[in-house]
């Protein structure tokens, strides 16, 4: 048991990959808070998971500064301290070209993925600081590190998770605050549950990687785990990629067309 007594709070964790995460946290021990804004898969959860100490569900926007406040304020004061926060919640909203998004599709995405993972970060982060002691692991994406069209805000709003993730790495290290980022690919799992029903779809995106599949559900959950783990503490303010090798990939690469020119293609 890993996480025995660890006191780790999940965003987003009533479905998809942070309900993953949660089970793997209480499996391994830990104390468990959660959050997400339908109260129905919050109660659901708690319904799923019998022991009533180990896991605490709050129904919360982490867009909702105040909120977060009032969900850090009782939940610390619960059991005590708070160990390790994930910041998990984020969305995706519309894909579109960038002269065709609408402003508050745009607002929508930075005020969930960057102003909440950063209220969530700060009103947890608080707490840590006062103790002396935290560890915050943030959920970006793969299209942090180098965009992709049609994803500006979602890209965008990632980015900025990375660069938060390494700023406050410098400004908490000394108060024993350190943090890192993860940057998934292609997940079997999450906001892509619809797709992957189509067989059409799982190898689009398989295609798209040197790996030529999707990561598995449990891929995530482990990066996640050893991250918030003593094993990583000297992984600070650091984002990994868990993309198969796809980040700074190219599919049709330079050396494969100048090939084909020879080949006379
Ligand atoms: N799946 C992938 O392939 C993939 C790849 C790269 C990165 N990611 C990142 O991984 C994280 C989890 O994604 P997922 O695939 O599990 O998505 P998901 O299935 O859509 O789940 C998102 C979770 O976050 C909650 N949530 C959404 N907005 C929220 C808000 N404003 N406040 C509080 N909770 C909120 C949702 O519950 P409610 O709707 O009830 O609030 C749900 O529990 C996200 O940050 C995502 O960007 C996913």
Redesign the pocket.
């Known amino acids: 048991m890993r996480f025995k007594d660890k006191v780790v709070f999940v965003?987003?964790?009533?479905?998809?990959?942070?309900?993953a995460l949660v089970l793997k946290f209480l499996e391994e021990g830990a104390k468990v808070g959660v959050?997400?804004?339908?109260p129905n898969?919050?109660y659901a959860l708690k319904e799923e998971w019998k022991e009533d100490e180990s896991l605490t569900v709050y129904q919360?926007?982490?867009?909702d500064y105040k909120r977060m406040e009032e969900i850090a304020e009782d939940f610390v004061q619960k059991y005590g301290r708070i160990d390790v926060l994930i910041n998990?919640?984020?969305?995706?909203n519309s894909l579109v070209p960038a002269e065709n998004i609408k402003k508050d599709d745009f607002d929508r995405v930075i005020d969930?993925?960057l102003k909440?993972t950063f209220y969530t970060t700060l009103v947890f982060g608080r707490k840590m600081i006062e103790r002396g002691q935290g560890r915050i692991v943030s959920?970006?994406?793969?299209v942090g590190f180098f965009g992709e069209k049609g994803f500006l805000p979602?890209a965008v709003s990632?980015g900025a998770v990375m660069l938060m993730t390494r700023i406050l790495a410098q400004e908490w290290s000394k108060y024993g605050v350190t943090l890192c980022a993860v940057a998934?690919?292609?997940?079997k799992?999450?906001?892509?549950?619809s797709l992957i029903k189509k067989d059409v779809f799982v190898e689009f995106l398989s295609q798209r990687t040197p790996m030529g599949r999707m990561a598995e559900v449990g891929e995530f959950v482990s990066l996640v785990l050893f991250l918030a783990s003593k094993e990583a503490s000297y992984i600070n303010g650091e984002t990994i990629a868990m993309d198969g090798g796809m980040t700074g990939y190219v599919k049709d690469s330079f050396v494969d067309f100048i090939a084909s020119l020879k080949k006379g293609k």
């Open positions: 965003t987003g964790g009533s479905r998809g990959l942070g309900k959050n997400g804004r339908d898969s919050i919360g926007d982490i867009s998990n919640a984020g969305i995706v969930v993925n909440g959920i970006a994406s793969q979602y990632k998934p690919g292609f997940i799992g999450g906001m892509n549950e």
